[in-house]
Protein backbone atom coordinates (compact mmCIF):
# COMPACT_ATOMS: atom_id res chain seq x y z
CA UNK A 1 0.00 0.00 0.00
CA UNK A 2 1.02 3.48 -1.08
CA UNK A 3 -0.88 7.09 0.26
CA UNK A 4 0.24 9.88 -2.07
CA UNK A 5 -0.42 13.26 -1.08
CA UNK A 6 0.54 16.10 -3.44
CA UNK A 7 1.34 19.60 -2.19
CA UNK A 8 2.55 23.08 -3.82
CA UNK A 9 -0.13 23.74 -6.35
CA UNK A 10 -1.29 27.10 -6.55
CA UNK A 11 -1.80 30.45 -9.57
CA UNK A 12 1.63 31.67 -11.03
CA UNK A 13 1.84 33.84 -13.86
CA UNK A 14 2.83 32.86 -17.38
CA UNK A 15 6.52 32.76 -16.94
CA UNK A 16 6.85 32.00 -13.18
CA UNK A 17 7.69 28.45 -11.59
CA UNK A 18 6.08 26.27 -8.82
CA UNK A 19 7.40 23.24 -7.58
CA UNK A 20 5.41 20.57 -6.68
CA UNK A 21 5.81 17.67 -3.92
CA UNK A 22 4.19 14.46 -3.45
CA UNK A 23 4.29 12.80 -0.14
CA UNK A 24 4.34 8.62 0.40
CA UNK A 25 3.41 6.95 3.00
CA UNK A 26 4.38 3.03 3.20
CA UNK A 27 7.31 0.34 2.61
CA UNK A 28 7.02 0.18 -0.89
CA UNK A 29 7.84 3.78 -2.19
CA UNK A 30 11.29 3.66 -2.75
CA UNK A 31 10.77 0.68 -5.34
CA UNK A 32 7.93 2.20 -6.90
CA UNK A 33 7.95 4.13 -10.24
CA UNK A 34 6.56 8.03 -9.86
CA UNK A 35 4.61 9.66 -12.41
CA UNK A 36 3.04 13.15 -12.44
CA UNK A 37 -0.11 13.23 -14.84
CA UNK A 38 -2.32 16.01 -15.19
CA UNK A 39 -6.06 17.09 -16.07
CA UNK A 40 -7.77 19.90 -17.43
CA UNK A 41 -11.84 20.10 -17.17
CA UNK A 42 -12.76 18.87 -20.68
CA UNK A 43 -9.62 17.09 -20.82
CA UNK A 44 -8.12 13.26 -20.58
CA UNK A 45 -5.79 12.71 -18.21
CA UNK A 46 -2.05 13.58 -19.62
CA UNK A 47 1.25 11.82 -18.96
CA UNK A 48 3.70 14.92 -18.06
CA UNK A 49 6.78 13.15 -16.53
CA UNK A 50 8.07 9.82 -14.59
CA UNK A 51 10.71 8.94 -12.79
CA UNK A 52 12.03 5.31 -11.94
CA UNK A 53 12.93 3.82 -8.45
CA UNK A 54 16.35 5.17 -8.53
CA UNK A 55 15.92 8.22 -10.13
CA UNK A 56 18.41 6.82 -13.12
CA UNK A 57 15.46 7.36 -15.53
CA UNK A 58 13.09 9.52 -16.19
CA UNK A 59 10.74 10.85 -18.95
CA UNK A 60 8.97 13.52 -19.99
CA UNK A 61 6.21 14.21 -21.88
CA UNK A 62 7.45 16.47 -25.24
CA UNK A 63 5.27 19.50 -24.12
CA UNK A 64 6.75 20.11 -20.87
CA UNK A 65 10.42 18.60 -21.74
CA UNK A 66 13.24 21.51 -20.90
CA UNK A 67 10.89 23.38 -18.56
CA UNK A 68 9.55 20.41 -15.93
CA UNK A 69 12.10 18.03 -14.09
CA UNK A 70 11.25 15.77 -11.53
CA UNK A 71 13.05 14.87 -9.15
CA UNK A 72 12.79 11.86 -5.78
CA UNK A 73 13.89 11.26 -2.50
CA UNK A 74 13.42 8.49 -1.41
CA UNK A 75 15.14 9.16 2.29
CA UNK A 76 11.97 11.36 2.68
CA UNK A 77 9.77 9.26 0.80
CA UNK A 78 8.66 12.47 -1.89
CA UNK A 79 8.72 12.71 -5.52
CA UNK A 80 9.26 16.65 -7.12
CA UNK A 81 8.05 18.49 -10.05
CA UNK A 82 9.52 21.59 -10.29
CA UNK A 83 8.02 23.27 -13.13
CA UNK A 84 9.59 26.38 -14.73
CA UNK A 85 8.26 28.89 -17.82
CA UNK A 86 4.73 27.92 -17.02
CA UNK A 87 2.33 28.87 -19.51
CA UNK A 88 -1.59 29.30 -19.32
CA UNK A 89 -1.84 25.51 -21.30
CA UNK A 90 -0.02 24.03 -17.96
CA UNK A 91 -3.11 24.69 -16.28
CA UNK A 92 -4.68 21.46 -15.02
CA UNK A 93 -4.94 19.64 -11.60
CA UNK A 94 -1.67 17.46 -10.87
CA UNK A 95 -1.62 14.43 -10.02
CA UNK A 96 1.44 11.63 -9.02
CA UNK A 97 1.16 8.25 -8.94
CA UNK A 98 3.21 4.76 -8.19
CA UNK A 99 3.84 1.92 -10.20
CA UNK A 100 5.32 -0.64 -9.71
CA UNK A 101 7.27 -1.09 -12.89
CA UNK A 102 9.12 0.96 -15.41
CA UNK A 103 7.53 -0.62 -18.68
CA UNK A 104 4.22 1.74 -19.68
CA UNK A 105 5.17 4.65 -17.25
CA UNK A 106 3.30 7.08 -20.10
CA UNK A 107 0.08 5.12 -19.38
CA UNK A 108 -1.98 5.88 -16.51
CA UNK A 109 -3.49 2.57 -16.18
CA UNK A 110 -0.22 0.91 -14.86
CA UNK A 111 -0.26 3.21 -11.64
CA UNK A 112 -2.26 1.14 -9.30
CA UNK A 113 -1.91 4.55 -6.81
CA UNK A 114 -2.82 7.95 -6.73
CA UNK A 115 -2.67 11.20 -4.90
CA UNK A 116 -5.69 13.36 -4.74
CA UNK A 117 -4.60 16.33 -6.97
CA UNK A 118 -2.91 19.88 -6.44
CA UNK A 119 -5.18 22.52 -8.90
CA UNK A 120 -2.32 24.55 -11.34
CA UNK A 121 -3.46 27.59 -12.46
CA UNK A 122 -1.35 29.54 -14.44
CA UNK A 123 -2.57 33.57 -15.48
CA UNK A 124 -1.68 35.15 -18.99
Known amino acids: QVQLVESGGGLVQAGGSLRLSCAASGRTFSSSTMGWFRQAPGKEREFVAA????????LYANSVKGRFTISRDNAKNTVYLQMNSLEPEDTAGFYC?????????????????WGQGTQVTVSS
Open 51 to 58: ISWNGSRT
Open 97 to 113: AASPRWIGVQDYRKYNY
